[in-house]
């Protein structure tokens, strides 16, 4: 026991240490609670239609074509949804395509930093976008962007073996672009498209042969992907295809707004952390190296990735997201090299933040369940009206897994300079899986819609004819069409309508105009807390 005790944990991890750390931060809260908005429940929702309709060519949401994102994401999503339909509801299968590919997209980077840097640097660079907080949450919700993140990470990938394996290297980089152009269109292929230019282009490195070569092959690669869905499109749907093209051309050729891009750069400055200041660091520091292909491709990937979201109609906290493939690779040779203070700063930090709210969550937990201290029972309640605390035992033993190994980590791995990225990842893993375990049917409770769509559903006859609805937002609509089955005619898509309901989405900051003296409301409601409101009126006569 006590040469056991003695011996180090051995940085960075390897193997199934690694592994396991990658899985305990992909599992928890993949299942276990309801669809909740804003991506969770429009992916949903997306899926639930394909599946529902057989219609898997265009995706729809709530009976309305739904062009924001590709399909790649809601086939495979559908298809999990397929295996697993025997163990688990829809909402929870369809979560796995995230897993899916969130392993590919750190996997990807891990072999990317490998061949730009090194054995370790790969390894770090995986744990720097794990470590992300702005993929913490996004990852076990249904989001297409996860299909983006690892097709960027294949196409850069592909980009990186180039000079050592040019064929190879096609094959990954057209592979690459042709995912990231199935999930979100224009915006996903342009920047690995562009990327490789600007690598021609700025990096002697690359103006070979092979490099050619490779981006040769991976255009060929790539048009199958970017030729069969447009052109069936085409053929099958020519409105949606219309409908389709349009907005992308629209998404990424928006003049820049400096409120849009002061809003991108706040959430990358949490969202992208910690990749964000060591890749900062890495560049000032080898600013006379950026030619070189460590440097030049994450570089010039980042530089694309950039400037293509100043051009995005309205960019949101998922567009931000692309940002952590180019940051994240060169992250990992940054904490290699950073200086013995910074790296006990950065450790220390982790370790400090990550124990005080893993042991909050615990305390908070305690008290709910003790009625001790009470003044902490009691604000859990508060804050949930109507929630009653359970213990599930799966859930318990793994909080206590996820803290054990957590302390573990802290306590016996090796004092490295590799330590701070490990304890990061680790840290924001456990503070993600205590969330996920102990405190997810608190968070369920209050981000359900089911039991207000429920309620919606049995204010209507069996025949209700057709529903019409003002202000109604996405992830409403596709909640609604999941937990109760009702599509809705929106006003601002079709103008007023014939149907003898009118659905009415508020909040508590507006006053409601009443629709009109033909209209009579027969039901409202909300859930715990939330501003949101909903009034459903009868049409007269």
Not at 380 to 393: D, K
Not at 426 to 446: E, F, M, P, S, V
Not at 502 to 510: A, F, G, H, I, N
Not at 525 to 538: A, F, K, T, V, W
Request: one cysteine or more.
């Amino acid at each position: 026991m006590s040469a056991w005790y003695a011996r180090r944990i051995p940085l960075p991890l390897h193997d199934w240490p690694l592994a396991a750390l990658v899985a305990a931060f992909l599992l928890p809260g993949l299942v276990g609670h309801d669809p909740w908005k804003t991506e969770d429940a429009i992916g949903i929702g997306v899926v639930h239609q394909m599946l529902s309709t057989g219609n898997w060519l265009t995706p729809t949401l709530a009976g309305e074509p739904f062009l924001q994102d590709g399909p790649v994401y809601f086939w495979v999503a559908a298809v999990f949804v397929r295996l697993l339909d025997f163990v688990l509801p829809t909402h929870e299968a369809a979560r796995f395509a995230s897993t899916f590919f969130v392993l590919l997209a750190l996997w990807w980077i891990r072999l990317a930093a490998r061949e730009l840097y090194g054995r370790t640097e790969g390894d770090l660079s995986m744990l720097a976008l794990l470590g992300c907080l702005g993929l913490m949450w996004h990852a076990h919700e249904t989001a297409p962007d996860m299909a983006m993140i690892a097709g960027l990470a294949g196409a850069y990938y592909g980009i990186a073996i180039t000079q050592r394996a040019p064929l190879r290297g096609g094959v990954f980089y057209g592979l690459g672009c042709g995912l990231a152009f199935l999930a979100k269109g224009l915006f996903g292929v342009a920047q690995p498209l562009l990327a490789a230019l600007l690598v021609l282009l700025c990096s002697t490195a690359y103006r070979r042969r092979e490099f050619g070569f490779a981006v040769a092959t991976g255009l060929a690669v790539l048009a199958p992907f970017a030729a069969i869905w447009p052109f069936l499109l085409h053929s099958e749907a020519p409105a949606y295809y219309q409908a389709w093209w349009a907005w992308q051309i629209q998404n990424i050729t928006s003049a820049p707004r400096w409120e849009y891009i002061l809003d991108t750069a706040k959430t990358l400055s949490w969202a992208a952390w910690p990749a964000w200041p060591l890749t900062l660091w890495a560049t000032w520091a080898y600013r006379h190296r950026l030619r070189e292909p460590g440097y030049a491709v994450p570089f010039m990937a980042g530089l694309v990735s950039l400037v293509m979201l100043m051009f995005v109609e309205s960019p949101d906290e998922m567009d931000t997201l692309v940002m952590l493939v180019p940051l994240a690779i060169p992250a990992g040779s940054a904490a290699v090299r950073l200086g013995r203070g910074a790296v006990n700063a950065l450790a220390w930090f982790a370790i400090m933040t990550f124990t005080l709210i893993g042991a909050f969550m615990w305390l908070m937990w305690f008290a709910a369940l003790t009625g001790i201290p009470a003044k902490l029972a009691a604000n859990a309640h508060r804050l949930q009206p109507g929630w009653e605390m359970s213990v599930h035992p799966v859930a318990l033993i793994g909080a206590l897994a996820l803290t054990a190994g957590w302390l573990i980590l802290v306590f016996r791995s090796e004092r490295s300079n590799l330590r701070a990225l490990t304890h990061w990842a680790a840290g924001a893993t456990l503070c993600w899986g205590l969330a996920a375990t102990l405190w997810l049917d608190w968070i369920d409770h209050g981000r359900s819609y089911r039991s207000v769509a429920e309620s919606l559903r049995a204010q209507l006859p069996e025949h209700y004819g057709c529903i019409e609805s003002r202000g109604l937002r996405l992830p409403q609509r596709g909640l609604f069409d999941y937990h109760a089955g009702l599509e809705t005619r929106r006003r601002e898509v079709h103008g007023t309508t014939d149907c003898a309901y009118l659905l009415v989405q508020t909040s508590t900051r507006e006053r409601a105009a009443h629709p009109g003296p033909e209209w009579v409301q027969v039901w409202e409601g909300s859930r715990p807390r939330d501003r949101e409101r909903y009034r459903l009126y009868r049409r007269q006569g």
